[in-house]
């Protein structure tokens, strides 16, 4: 009896353990949401076309060596994949594109000098999409900007973990198609953003929780039985 009670408080406690490791360093899922304002002519978006998406990010990926404080990028991107109407296009796991992050106070660049949370992904990177009109897919990028500049304070602070819509006044998506010549761009809103636990690391963290009540309720039981 005392074994099993041990067994059960073991596995409770290895699994909370787990679960913290992995929601410090494991991927976080990335869901978004918009609308196509304008398709450039192609004939595969209508204006009013809604966007759905989704990426996975590592939130531990450091910045690149070339960042600083008032502009980093990190290769944190393991997958991407995204879909407006009937168009559907996703990137390769793990080819670590790119999140952008700028803090503008303190930047000498031309303005605008906006805080900003970018995200890239390329054809170059493992994007894949269908033509368009005889057109190559490209890349796929989102920023969100905030003219207020009160969002982030150092861009090489962590990436965040978290992102609330409300705090950026603009927030636009590019889809970008090419070849030789021409080439036209898809642009958009995004009208919504939610970080999420990867499944894994909520599944992880969960089995640690019910060990915990099975260990409640194992004493329960074998105070019960002792009265």
Do not use: C, H, K
């Not at 074994?3 to 360093?25: C, E, K, N, P, Y």
């Not at 897919?137 to 992102?163: H, I």
């Amino acid at each position: 009896m005392q074994s099993r009670l041990l067994f059960i408080r073991s596995f409770a406690v290895l699994g909370v353990l787990i679960g913290m490791t992995t929601a410090d360093a494991a991927p976080l899922v990335v869901n978004f949401t918009g609308t196509v304002t304008n398709n450039d002519g192609l004939s595969a978006f209508s204006a009013g076309d809604t966007l759905t998406g989704s990426y996975v990010f590592e939130s531990t990926t450091p910045p690149r060596g070339t960042s600083n404080s008032d502009f980093a990028v990190f290769d944190a991107v393991q997958s991407l994949q995204f879909q407006i109407g009937s168009y559907s296009a996703s990137s390769d796991p793990n080819n670590g594109e790119e999140i952008q992050i700028d803090n503008a106070p303190g930047i000498t660049m031309m303005p605008p000098q906006n805080d900003r949370y970018g995200v890239t992904v390329r054809r170059s990177g493992g994007l894949v999409g269908p033509d368009v009109d005889f057109l190559e897919l490209e890349g796929f990028s989102f920023r969100l900007d905030d003219t207020s500049n009160t969002v982030f304070s150092d861009a090489l602070d962590p990436l965040p973990t978290s992102l609330n819509i409300a705090d950026f006044d603009a927030t636009n998506f590019f889809l970008f198609f090419t070849s030789d010549e021409p080439t036209a761009t898809v642009v958009g809103t995004i009208d919504s953003i939610q970080v999420v636990p990867e499944p894994t690391s909520l599944l992880i963290w969960s089995a640690g929780a019910i060990g915990f009540v099975g260990v409640r309720r194992f004493r329960r039981r074998r105070l019960g039985s002792t009265r």
